[in-house]
């Protein structure tokens, strides 16, 4: 069992993705520990979600400039950091995502307590040499890190295939299920006026226009579904660095929203949502479906199996968009299966990934790491 956490902590968030996941799951984490009492801060860029967050939650932001990719920049990124890290004087930094893990351990080297959080491993967005070599980076790196936090056991299993040895924790991402209530019927219909939607069957997915995320997936099986479902709609919620190309295709029944500030609401509106990924660690955006009580067709990668092993939805393989297309187009023509696999959803999710388990858990992981340092 972990120790209680300490009643007085100062702890230092480390990220450079400041929108999408990574950034609601960092910002969920401000929230709770300040809430706790605690000193809490964050070093990322400006730019992005993660400072007006901070700002909300009475935590402190400290601007690190940072630049997505590996490459000559890091040399200099990690004396930034290392320079933020002896002014804010944290008794735990917990390093999220692949370059804050870059930067965060190569600045500390172990010297202050290390919680690293990878969201997806860094050597599953690479193939070839560059794949290897960040598989042995993080193989070599482990020693720098006191805790290796996964958020599911899929992820967990991704890291022990490649050699890397840790003090692995999992702890499985959470939503608030207070504020994504599950959306009725009328929900729905309310939803989809405010949005300016028909009520054709409709599916929606969220999430960085990406290659990791898979929308070009999607959009290569959309044809098919409708073949069945001539009147579908696929709305796309989100931007990123493959919105020009998307857009550029120009695929019949397929809206692009760009970013959104409600998600919830387009959740509430969709009749399924698809999560195409090619990676991830646990879909945020899956769970935050299930907990709107949506019924999801989601890809076969870390997570996603064990967020719907109750029911919910369906699993396709991560590089068939045949069965992308088939799994939407039968959900689009049964409201039946829908309904009942939305209900599934939000028991699922209520079950075992409500955000107050998942802070809690990150909380008295503290606790053990202090513990182990003595």
């Not at 930034?80 to 965060?104: C, Q, T």
């Not at 890190?145 to 890397?164: A, F, N, Q």
């Not at 692995?168 to 309310?190: K, Y």
């Not at 990791?212 to 989100?238: D, F, I, N, S, Y």
Request: negative net charge.
């Amino acid at each position: 069992m972990s120790p209680d956490p300490p009643e007085r902590l100062d702890i230092l968030h480390v990220t450079q993705p400041t929108v999408g996941g990574v950034a609601r799951s960092v910002s969920d984490l401000l929230a709770d520990q300040v809430g706790r009492g605690w000193r809490v801060g964050v070093a990322c860029p400006a730019a992005g979600d993660i400072a007006g967050a901070a700002r909300e939650a009475a935590a402190e932001h400290v601007r690190w400039n940072v630049r997505r990719e590996p490459g000559p920049s890091v040399p200099v990124e990690t004396l930034r950091l290392a320079a933020i890290v002896r002014s804010w004087k944290p008794d735990v930094v917990h390093l999220h995502s692949s370059k804050a893990g870059l930067a965060g351990r190569l600045a500390l080297r172990g010297r202050l307590p290390t919680v690293f959080q990878p969201h997806g491993w860094s050597f599953d967005a690479a193939e070839g040499s560059i794949g290897r070599g960040a598989a042995a980076w993080e193989r070599f790196a482990t020693r720098w890190s006191d805790v290796l936090v996964c958020v599911s056991d899929g992820e967990r299993s991704r890291g022990e295939e490649r050699g890397l040895h840790a003090d692995w924790r999992v702890v499985p991402n959470g939503v608030d299920i207070e504020v994504l209530r599950e959306a009725s019927v009328g929900d729905r219909a309310a939803a989809r006026e405010r949005l300016g939607l028909s009520g054709s069957p409709l599916v929606v997915c969220v999430g960085r226009l990406s290659e990791a995320k898979g929308q070009t997936l999607l959009l290569a099986g959309w044809p098919a579904v409708l073949e069945r479902v001539p009147e579908a709609q696929l709305v796309l919620v989100g931007e990123g660095p493959d919105q020009e190309a998307l857009e550029a295709q120009r695929v019949p029944g397929v809206r692009l929203a760009g970013h959104s500030t409600d998600v919830a609401e387009w959740l509430a509106a969709a009749d399924v949502v698809c999560v195409p990924s090619r990676r991830e660690g646990m879909s945020l955006a899956m769970l935050e479906a299930m907990a709107r009580g949506r019924s999801v067709v989601t890809t076969d990668v870390p997570g996603a199996q064990e967020a719907l092993r109750d029911g919910g939805g369906i699993v396709v393989p991560s590089t068939d968009p045949p069965a992308l297309a088939a799994a939407l187009a039968e959900r689009l023509l049964d409201p039946t299966l829908t309904a009942a696999e939305g209900r599934a959803a939000r028991q699922n999710v209520a079950h075992a990934h409500d955000l107050r388990r998942s802070t809690a858990a990150i909380a008295g992981l503290y606790g053990d790491v202090l513990a182990g340092r003595g």
